[in-house]
């Protein structure tokens, strides 16, 4: 089941162009010009219900304005939303009900008030149930043990503790969608794992649909079955993260150490180097496996020890970007 369906998404804006030099200063003051710019490009894809998805870009690819566009917060220029049946451009109270929206570096918290009362005010204003509350506050805490900083001003919250309790104010309506925004941004190691423990565990918990744009790789690693890549407005590839590896890089290195100096061949993988006892083949994952490479050029000579290198996920959506013709992030 498909909780959001996008259709032929297009958002341009008007850029207003303006001369340089004093005279063109002058003459801005008078005349303007304007262009009209594509920030999302015709892009259509649908996301069933329960699932984690990336969406990933370079900065100016379109992820924000997208996001945006799916919350109700801007109007597309053209094309269809629809999230859990609804347009959030037409009926963006009953959408956002069901949203919830977590930006990286811009918190919803309120900093002139503790923590645990800006939950109480979030309560009132999407009328939440007492017994509600109270369950998705427990559940809640005992992911992010919030127990311990819940009398804090947010001011003085750091922030690993107001991220967290960014989550946790998203998450007390009990949305179907979550937007997360940068979630990671800034975190140290523990904080980040927070987070990530959080994405899995309330996806897993209450089948809600998030979608993740990042620019942590790691976060896609570990958290996303599905990888949508936009550039500049356009979606170049939307799989899963095995497919794309499998695609961009469909190479492997099996590192080997014999016993002692010697060459073994073999019909299925290239020997690309020999020095002394060691030994690199590269190999292609859809003809033969790792094990079974292994297990042939053992037959021939004694093998002391094994290593094997996977295409790094930084330089697999590199070559994407590249290929799209585009800088990095």
Sequence with gaps: MNIIEV????????????????????????????????????????????????????????????????????????????????????????????????????????????????????????????????DNLGMLNEIFQIDCFIDTPVRQLSLGQRMRGDLVAAMLHSPDVLFLDEPTIGLDVEAKYSVRKFIKEINQRSQTTIILTTHDLGDIQELCQRVIIINEGKIIEDGSLDELIDKIAPYRHLIIDFYQSTTVPHPHAELISVNEARSVYRFRKDQITAARLIEDISHTAPIKEVGLEEAKIDDIIRTVYQQGNVAEP
């Design 7 to 134: 259709s032929h998404l297009i958002k341009e804006y008007k850029k207003i162009k303006k001369e340089s030099g004093l005279r063109g200063a002058v003459k801005n003051l008078f005349v303007q010009k304007s262009e009209t710019v594509r920030a999302v490009d015709d892009i259509s894809f649908a996301i069933e219900k329960g699932n984690i998805v990336g969406y990933i870009g370079p900065n100016g690819a379109g992820k924000s304005t997208t996001v945006k566009m799916l919350s109700g917060i801007l109007q597309p220029t053209s094309g269809e939303i629809l999230v859990n049946g609804i347009s959030p451009q037409r009926d963006r109270k009953r959408v956002v009900q069901n949203l919830g929206v977590v930006f990286g570096q811009r918190s919803q918290l309120n900093w002139d008030l503790r923590l645990g009362e800006t939950f109480e005010l979030l309560k009132r204003i999407y009328q939440i149930e007492d017994k509600t509350y109270k």
